[in-house]
């Protein structure tokens, strides 16, 4: 008898949401031709509507932002658990790094490829590039730090702790403009109005520069801390 | 055709020689020091040489500056990763010349030149 019901209860649940999810697709208009699509409004009007000179930007951090949001997430949650099973204890294992050779030439070399990845963050409406981009190229300045100089500099220079509020903070940019977008603009990640400017300069575009910079943030501080946990007890030679 | 188009274009023709002498290296020099050597000079000398003719092609300065910048990181970054993974793979006995007269870097390093031979 309690079998027969709980049977049932499982096919009424399954029925209702086979419906619920009918009812939601039947809602989508039907594929139309490419002119009529979504991809040539994006075209025509994206730039009208967001002010970023690069569409892609524009899809990611402002017609999707919801998604981006989700997406580094997802990253954060790859940063937990790599650091949960990885990682066995806090203090690194130093080593001597590469040879006077190769750590002049990074002297003169890694505050251009700051230099570089900021660039990229920053210009992310602008021109190719943004966040994701720009953030790896920053997680490469610590794992520059890493090999090079010894894993006892890096935890000198920017130790987990501060990675993990420089991610935590760029996590808290996104989730603080998207708020502001529902207390300005009536909507979640809605584009903010009083921050658009003229259209090409670095300041404008409303709110994609400032989630551009936190994401950027977010991923170089995220992949910076998954390779000092996983370089642990492995550098001990050398070269 | 203009004269600068000419120079642009002389540049781009001899960064690809410098490219093909490079691979020419690669397949022919006998072991992994002397291939690690021809990747290192002559193909330093291929990539400036073609951020050099791609700067005169496109002749806008901002522009011009970013790819002289590339070059410029090629110039300082290709012979020092070189020489790093020269020096690692010397130290860790990975390679090793074993028909070489003279072997200073091992009497450097203070190991026997012919423990390894």
Do not use: C, H
């Given at each position: 008898m309690n079998k027969l019901v709980k049977k049932t209860l499982i096919t009424?649940?399954?029925?209702?949401?086979?419906?619920?999810?009918?009812?939601?697709?039947?809602?989508?208009?039907?594929?139309?031709?490419?002119?009529?699509?979504?991809?040539?409004?994006i075209i025509t009007y994206g730039l009208h509507d967001t002010g970023s000179l690069n569409l892609i930007t524009a899809v990611l951090y402002d017609y999707r932002a919801f998604d981006s949001l989700g997406e580094s997430t997802v990253i954060f949650g790859a940063v937990s658990g790599i650091v949960l099973i990885l990682s066995r204890k806090m203090l690194p294992v130093s080593s001597k790094g590469l040879s006077f050779i190769v750590k002049r030439t990074l002297g003169i070399m890694t505050p251009f490829i700051a230099l570089f990845g900021f660039y990229v963050i920053t210009h992310g409406h602008l021109s190719p590039g943004g966040g994701f981009q720009g953030g790896v190229i920053l997680a490469a300045i610590s794992i520059i730090f890493s090999i090079v100089y010894g894993s006892a500099f890096d935890y000198r220079r920017y130790s987990p702790q501060t990675k993990t509020v420089l991610e935590t903070?760029?996590?808290l940019t996104f989730l603080v403009i998207g708020l502001a977008g529902i207390v300005m603009e009536g909507a979640f990640l809605k584009n903010l109005g009083f921050l658009t400017a003229e259209r090409g300069t670095l300041i404008s575009a409303g709110s994609i520069p400032y989630i551009n910079i936190g994401v950027g943030f977010k991923v170089g501080?995220?992949?910076?801390?998954?390779?000092?946990?996983?370089?642990q007890k492995t550098f001990e030679e050398d070269f | 055709m203009t004269i600068r188009l000419i120079f642009s274009y002389f540049f781009m023709v001899s960064s690809a020689a410098f490219?093909?002498?490079?691979?020419?290296?690669?397949?022919?020099?006998?072991?992994?020091?002397?291939r690690m050597h021809a990747a290192a000079v002559v193909l330093t000398m291929s990539?400036?040489?073609?951020?050099?003719?791609?700067?005169?092609y496109v002749w806008e300065f901002f522009l011009s500056i970013k790819i002289m910048m590339i070059g410029l990181f090629f110039l300082?970054?290709?012979?020092?990763?070189t020489h790093a993974i020269a020096r690692a793979s010397y130290k860790r006995?990975?390679?090793?010349?074993?028909?070489?007269?003279i072997d200073a870097y091992s009497e450097y390093l203070g190991r026997d030149s012919d423990e390894h031979s």
């Open positions: 009424a649940v399954l029925a209702a949401a086979a419906f619920a999810l009918y009812y939601n697709f039947s809602l989508l208009p039907g594929y139309q031709d490419l002119e009529k699509g979504i991809s040539d409004y903070g760029g996590a501080a995220g992949l910076a801390i998954i390779f000092y946990s996983m370089i | 490219a093909v002498v490079t691979v020419l290296g690669l397949l022919r020099f006998p072991d992994v020091y002397t990539a400036v040489l073609m951020s050099i003719g791609t700067a005169i300082f970054s290709n012979p020092m990763a006995k990975i390679a090793l010349p074993k028909e070489y007269e």
